[in-house]
């Protein structure tokens, strides 16, 4: 076992991520998760001596394109750390809308049930924030719910899980659905990243040709499942909000909002039940 000094390595590989076209950063991160420190202590004792093999293991992982998240198990979402494995899609920054809309809009006591869980990010943050919620997460995945259960135990969280085919499962009335739900036309799976297309489960990123397909499911099945006054909150894609307009009106909801993300595009879509009022 060779040793060098932890700067030399750092710099090493910094230089090779970026020849790579991969952030330096992961390096550090990596380094970080490796030696059991911070970043910032990483940074500053760069007098220590390691032995670069089980960074290289870890890099090679990276430059061939699996996702950082995968490579160190976990990922930082609404301010928890979540496990997230391959049997997951990984959790992204813009869903945290949807969480922080769920949060503001969802009534005291409310029946929740998050459709599509699979690491559970969004019913765990959910709850987590609203303790007087009543939140399930399904999803028809048991991989998923696998990783949903790790994820709850190490929150400590009191969200429920249940295998389920959209909301099939569910035969109690509930006030709220959240869902991020697979939305990308298979048409388009080809043109995304690498290391999204190779890596992350297809049936997280697609259901289907149009990538509406799901979307279309959710709204015609939670009429019968919603309280008169229950409604959907739910994640789409980029350039859909015509096309959800035209299935909630075609399904008899109403679009009380459509919410952007940081890159004003339309990301969150609320919905209740026309005549509800």
């Not at 429920?160 to 048409?187: F, G, H, K, Q, W």
């Amino acid at each position: 076992m060779s040793r060098e000094l932890l700067a030399v390595v750092r710099t090493r590989f910094r230089d090779e991520a970026l020849q790579r076209g991969v952030s330096p950063r992961d390096v550090d991160l990596l380094l970080s998760d490796l030696l059991g420190q911070s970043p910032a202590w990483v940074f500053s004792h760069g007098d220590t001596m390691v032995d670069p093999a089980p960074l290289e293991q870890l890099l090679k992982r990276r430059f061939d394109g699996e996702p950082l998240q995968y490579i160190r198990g976990r990922t930082e979402f609404f301010s928890h750390d979540f496990v997230v494995d391959d049997r997951v899609l990984i959790p992204r920054p813009e869903t945290e809308i949807l969480v922080e809309t769920a949060i503001a809009r969802a009534k005291p006591g409310a029946r929740v049930v998050d459709i599509g869980t699979g690491s559970g990010c969004i019913a765990i943050s959910l709850e987590k924030a609203r303790p007087d919620l009543r939140v399930t997460g399904v999803d028809l995945s048991l991989d998923a719910l696998a990783v949903a259960s790790i994820n709850r135990r190490r929150l400590s969280s009191n969200v429920r899980l249940a295998a389920s085919n959209l909301m099939a499962s569910i035969d109690a009335e509930v006030d709220l659905v959240v869902t991020n739900p697979p939305y990308i036309a298979a048409t388009e799976i080809a043109a995304l990243a690498p290391e999204v297309r190779l890596f992350e489960p297809m049936m997280a990123l697609t259901p289907g040709v149009t990538g509406m397909e799901l979307i279309e499911r959710i709204l015609t099945q939670s009429r019968s499942r919603l309280a008169l006054t229950g409604m959907i909150i739910m994640e789409i894609g980029y350039g859909q909000d015509q096309q959800v307009r035209a299935a909630a009106e075609e399904a008899t909801w109403v679009v009380d909002e459509m919410i952007p993300d940081l890159a004003g595009v339309d990301r969150v879509v609320v919905l209740s039940r026309r005549g509800s009022e």
